[in-house]
């Protein structure tokens, strides 16, 4: 290759690359960079409604007025503590059901003919042709008082009156399983769509149960997919905003909800600011585990 080519590549490769990176550079970093920084200092009545974090000093140096009061009330006050373990609880516990739902989906259709597969796989994406608002809003006709399901319930005899299944920790788990149910399925299936299934069949010609074929090679196989999709549904649920606030009541408290009510309502925007910084360290904290433990794994093989 001549030295003229092998520039051009290299300056179309350095393209390539420095793309995506400014593009988050610009529209991520930089905005987390603004938010931490509005999270250092305190409130004030004004436009903007915080004090800058940098005046004019005595001297050439710029006086720098950042205060860590904000992340200390995080730590100390009950209200944000609280916030954040049921958010933490929340998020946990409908991803592990999701998980329970989505695992048997995404191996039918792993073992589905191909001529099926495309026809499964569309209907699992088929919620997101509809707006997520939309969906979230259409449980709360669901599981009203007065809604279908208390209503059908009501007629086949089964309760003598309606069950108080809106505005409840129930409701709100229902809506992120069925929120996220396909960021669940889609990457288990796409481990198990690879899977060599001649593994099984030695390993039940060999005397293996299906069951015990299934737990001691399929799973194991699939724990890839599996630790995936956890991460796709847990992030976005632990600071999810639109189904706490229509599904559940007044007891459901999550920092997302928290986080709009700094914002919009008490116009405290280094709180919220604070909120935001400690939800993303919440959020970035198992992604990062979970790719510390790959890389382990990599370079222990």
């Known amino acids: 290759m001549s030295p003229k080519s092998l520039s051009g590549s290299r300056n179309i490769r350095a393209f390539t690359l420095g793309l995506p990176l ?99 796989l569309m209907l699992v994406i088929l919620p997101f042709w509809t707006s997520f608002l939309i969906r979230v809003y259409a449980w709360t006709g669901l599981l009203n008082s007065n809604g279908l399901i208390n209503n059908a319930l009501v007629k086949l005899g089964l309760i003598a009156e309606p069950l108080p299944l809106l505005h409840t920790d129930f409701a709100v788990h229902l809506g992120i399983v069925y929120s996220y149910l396909p960021f669940m399925v889609l990457p288990i299936y796409a481990v198990l769509e690879q899977l060599d299934w001649t593994l099984i069949e030695a390993a039940e010609d060999l005397g293996a149960s299906p069951l015990k074929a299934f737990w001691r090679i399929t799973l194991p196989l699939s724990l890839p997919g599996i ?75």
């Open 227 to 301: 630790v995936a999709g956890l991460l796709l549904v847990f992030i976005p649920a632990v600071g999810e905003f639109i189904i706490p606030d229509l599904l559940g009541g007044p007891d459901t408290l999550m920092v997302g909800h928290l986080l709009w009510t700094e914002f919009f309502n008490n116009h405290d925007w280094p709180m919220a600011s604070a909120l935001a910084i400690a939800l993303l360290v919440l959020v970035l904290t198992p992604a990062m585990i979970v790719y510390h433990l790959r890389r382990r794994g990599e370079a222990a093989s």
């Open 22 to 120: 400014g593009w988050l550079i610009l529209l991520a970093f930089l905005p987390c960079l603004i938010v931490l920084a509005i999270s250092l200092v305190e409130a004030r009545i004004g436009t903007p409604p915080y004090e800058p974090l940098f005046t004019k000093g005595s001297g050439l140096l710029p006086r720098i007025n950042a205060t860590a009061d904000n992340y200390i009330r995080l730590v100390t006050d009950p209200l944000y503590l609280d916030a954040f373990l049921s958010s933490i609880r929340i998020a946990a516990i409908s991803s592990l059901l999701t998980l329970l739902l989505a695992y048997p989906m995404a191996y039918a259709i792993a073992r589905a003919k191909k001529t099926t597969r495309a026809l499964l």
